[in-house]
Structures are given as structure tokens and as C-alpha cells.
Nanobody, 120 residues
Framework: QVQLVESGGGLVQAGGSLRLSCAYS????????MGWFRQAPGKEREFVAV????????DYADSVKGRFTISRDNGKNTVYLQMNSLNPEDTAVYFC?????????????WGQGTQVTVSS
């Protein structure tokens, strides 16, 4: 059984930074692509970023390119999301998720989420 636990959310002023972490436990971590998603009040959940199992390939939503950086430490079974130049539109619950390698992004496991609030 795979478990994902996010941390690092909080309240920050516009222009500030936060670093989210997602601790993974269960089956072999490096057999999963790891993604971050977010859901703002009244909106559907949206993709933010993904890092492939090896850590060598990443992809980002256009809205966060150049501001957010996703990374992973396979030795620590942890994936990170460094968020810089935050703005109020980034306010959301942020979720990490795991997709088995070779499933074309079919995320099988999800964390409970961590709240990020950006004040103007």
C-alpha cells in the first residue's frame, strides 16, 4: 500500500516562497512518476508539475513555469515543490500523487493535500 503525506503549506504574502514536501511510503518509490496538483475553491483540480521516476525529466503547467520547481530525492522517498513568486491565484489545496511508470500518467495514489494561501 502506498501512502503520500504532504507538508509545507501555509500562509505567505504575494511574492513570497514556499517549499512543499511529499513523503512517500510503500512500494518502490522510483517506480513511480510523481506529480503535484492543486484545487482552488470552486474550481476543478488541475495539474501543476510532474517529475519522472528517474528525476531527469519534468513538466509544468504554463501558469507555474519559471516560478515553480519540482524535484525528487529517491534516497529519501520524497518529492518537493519549490514555489517562488507566489501570487493570490496560487491559493489552493496542493496534492501530490503517484503514477506507476508506464501508465501514461494514471495517478493511482493521492495524498490528503496541504493548504497554500497567498495574501495580496
Amino acid at each position: 500500500q502506498v501512502q503520500l503525506v504532504e507538508s509545507g503549506g501555509g500562509l505567505v504574502q504575494a511574492g513570497g516562497s514556499l517549499r512543499l514536501s511529499c513523503a512517500y511510503s510503500g512500494r518502490t518509490f522510483n517506480k513511480y512518476d510523481m506529480g503535484w496538483f492543486r484545487q482552488a475553491p470552486g474550481k476543478e483540480r488541475e495539474f501543476v508539475a510532474v517529475v519522472r521516476w528517474s528525476g531527469g525529466s519534468t513538466d509544468y503547467a504554463d501558469s507555474v513555469k519559471g516560478r515553480f520547481t519540482i524535484s525528487r530525492d529517491n534516497g529519501k522517498n520524497t518529492v518537493y515543490l519549490q514555489m517562488n513568486s507566489l501570487n493570490p491565484e496560487d491559493t489552493a489545496v496542493y496534492f501530490c500523487a503517484a503514477a506507476p511508470v508506464g501508465t501514461s500518467g494514471k495517478y493511482s495514489y493521492w495524498g490528503q493535500g496541504t493548504q497554500v494561501t497567498v495574501s495580496s
